[in-house]
Structure formats: C-alpha cells, structure tokens
C-alpha cells in the first residue's frame, strides 16, 4: 500500500525544462515500480517512461525517451521526471503510478492525484 504525490508542474516556455517529483508514503516503496503518464486533453493517457523497484532498469516510449529521464531515490521515498527541451506537445497532466514488481503494467495499482504541465511557444 502506497500513496503517491505528484509535484513540479507548471507552465514553461517550449525549449525550457522541468523536473516533477512523485512522493509516496508508505514502508515498502523500494519495492514497488513507478511509472510516470500523461493525458492531454481529449486524449487518452499514455505511458511515458517507467523505472523498476531497485532503479536498475529504465523503460520509455521512443517518443520521449531522449529528452525525459526517471530517476529514483528510495531512500527519500521519491521518484523523479527531468524534462527537457520542452515542446508544446509535452502540454498534458502528468501522473505517477506504482505497481509492485520490477515492472509497471498498463494499469498500474496506485496513482497520484496529477499535476499539470503547460508548454507555451
């Protein structure tokens, strides 16, 4: 069982770059993969880019993967999203997700409440 928050968001200039954090709570975070999505509007969500419990294996989507970058640090509970060269198609809100295991499924079991990420041109 684990919560988790989503931080970081905001509204960006296209070019620029923003780090979102995702805090859980909870004993067993180290056990748990995390996950980052995303969903614009009129959109359904999309996977992003994904991490596994113990951090050694990284997994994304060929769209992102050269500008986004997961990263985690089990000892402050926290997972990270460093985004950069913004565009304005990264526009969506932008959701950690947590499944126990090596690997996040497509319907992951825990979810953040989202935070939202603006990229104006």
């Known amino acids: 069982q684990v919560q988790l928050v989503e931080s970081g968001g905001g509204w960006v200039q296209a070019g620029g770059s923003l780090r979102l954090s995702c805090e859980a709570s909870g004993p067993t975070f180290s056990s748990y993969s995390v996950g980052w999505f995303r969903q614009a509007p009129g959109k359904e969500r999309e996977f992003v880019v994904a991490?596994?419990?113990?951090?050694?294996?990284?997994y994304s989507s060929n769209s992102v993967k050269v500008r986004f970058t997961i990263s985690r640090d089990n000892a402050k509970n926290t997972v990270y999203l460093q985004i950069n060269s913004l565009k304005p198609e990264d526009t969506a809100v932008y959701y950690c997700a947590a499944d126990p295991g090596v690997t996040v499924t497509s319907d992951p079991s825990y979810w953040g409440q989202g935070t939202q990420v603006t990229v104006s041109s």
């Open positions: 991490i596994s419990n113990t951090g050694s294996r990284r």
